[in-house]
């Protein structure tokens, strides 16, 4: 197996998890290049359940080294609970993980900060998850952060701490009306954090340079979706790192030379969750129904999300920036009970025919989605596992999204498990 990456094709919510543990079989190294635990990727074995936020959800297979790249944002306390809970469900990440020591930290005043500007906000909030990823992302960008390796030099801590505190203390004190934060209750807190997580700190780009040189196979898994990009989204709506394929290079140190392949995760129709423009969104009573079908609530916040059909538009343009070599189409069987299944094709606005995604959100938001429709299966497909097994309508439904899009499918998933899947 090549080096491949792996992305969310839309909103995020896509089902990566699942496909990114199917493929470890297959691999050496998994790897996390983007986000923070505001993500989180469930993966179903046999009858149980995991949910990650931050490791890899490689690390459910033996022998696989899991790495958290430089681009994640890292709330330490977050990473700490996860392992405990790895670990009470028998999986050790002793020797399985490594975590770069220039990826940035999440502090207590990050959070805050999170939840006050969303509240501020007030009918003009973007859904954030309040766990402090964007204002980090900010320390980082305007070179305020402090990274994981500060945390084993207490004096340049306790300096980046204190000057950080300073402007944060500041803001929330005269702009926010909050309470100021302590300096030596975070600063002995994170000490504490230090001594627990330093034996997993780890020069990551030297270890996947020296993993590729010997041939090994690496797996690069991004959290949320191609339209939750801070650059190529449905900006303000979006999330604050870069989930695209290219984001991959950045958050871990490897070169675009040494990727092979980019595979985009889309369900088989659309989701959303938070604020933000979406044109083929369900409204109504079949907007409940088929949630309750689909089993949408976030795995992070639990937080219903919104459903709406395929948007090829959409999916057009996240091809377009990721390039991707196939697609894995999840979810399937959720649309098992359908006598009839819309995909939209292009947009109306104003008497215009749009078949571009308008990176005007006002249009976004405004817009008429122009659908084409295909008749539906009315059979379950739970328990297929050969793609010719598949009712004729199901496969004409992804040959027909393949068609408009210009890449082929190689996996198709039927349910959350394991061996709910189907390799073409």
Not at 93 to 104: F, Q, T
């Amino acid at each position: 197996m090549p080096n491949i990456v792996i992305v969310g094709s839309l909103f995020g919510d896509e089902g990566k998890g699942k496909i990114v543990d199917l493929l470890t079989e297959k691999c050496d190294y998994v790897v996390r290049f983007q986000g923070g635990n505001n993500a989180g990727h469930t993966v179903e074995i046999g009858d149980e359940q995991f949910i990650l936020h931050l490791i890899p959800s490689g690390i459910l297979h033996n022998n696989k080294v899991c790495l958290i790249g430089n681009g994640v944002v890292v709330d330490p306390q977050a990473l700490l609970e996860e392992m405990q809970f790895l670990e009470s469900r028998g999986i050790f990440v002793d020797g399985n993980l490594k975590v770069s020591d220039i990826a940035h930290l999440i502090f207590p005043y990050h959070k805050k900060l999170d939840e006050l500007r969303e509240h501020k906000k007030g009918n003009k909030k973007i859904g954030t998850t309040k766990r402090g990823i964007g204002p980090a992302y900010a320390d980082k960008v305007s070179r305020m952060g402090i990274r994981m390796i500060d945390l084993l030099n207490e004096k340049s801590f306790s300096e980046k701490l204190r000057n950080n505190l300073e402007e944060k203390n500041d803001l929330l004190k005269n702009v926010y009306a909050g309470q100021p934060f302590s300096f030596q209750e975070i600063f002995d807190t994170y000490m504490e954090y230090a001594a627990k997580i330093k034996p997993y700190l780890a020069n990551v780009p030297m270890i996947l340079m020296d993993a590729i040189k010997k041939r090994k196979n690496i797996l690069f898994e991004g959290a949320q979706g191609t339209m939750l990009d801070v650059d190529f989204g449905t900006y303000p709506y979006v999330t604050s790192s870069n989930p695209t394929a290219g984001g991959a290079c950045i958050g871990t140190g490897v070169a675009p030379s040494k990727i092979d392949q980019v595979i985009g995760v889309t369900k088989a129709y659309s989701t959303r969750v938070g604020e933000g423009p979406f044109p083929t969104e369900f409204s109504g009573d079949f907007a409940g129904w088929f949630r309750e079908q689909g089993k949408e609530f976030g795995a992070t916040t639990g937080r219903p999300r919104r459903c709406g059909w395929f948007d090829a538009v959409l999916m057009k343009y996240s091809v377009l920036i990721n390039h991707f070599d196939y697609l894995v189409m999840t979810k399937l069987d959720v649309l098992d009970k359908l006598e009839t299944i819309k995909i939209c094709t292009a947009y109306m606005y104003k008497g215009e025919l749009l078949e571009l995604f308008p990176q005007d959100t006002d249009v976004l938001t405004n817009c008429t989605p122009v659908y084409e429709e295909l008749p539906g299966w009315m059979q379950s497909t739970n328990a297929i596992r050969d793609y010719k097994k598949l009712p004729a309508n199901a496969r004409a439904y992804i040959e027909r999204i393949s068609e408009l899009l210009g890449v082929p499918f190689n996996i198709v998933s039927i349910g959350a498990k394991r061996e709910e899947t189907i390799f073409i």
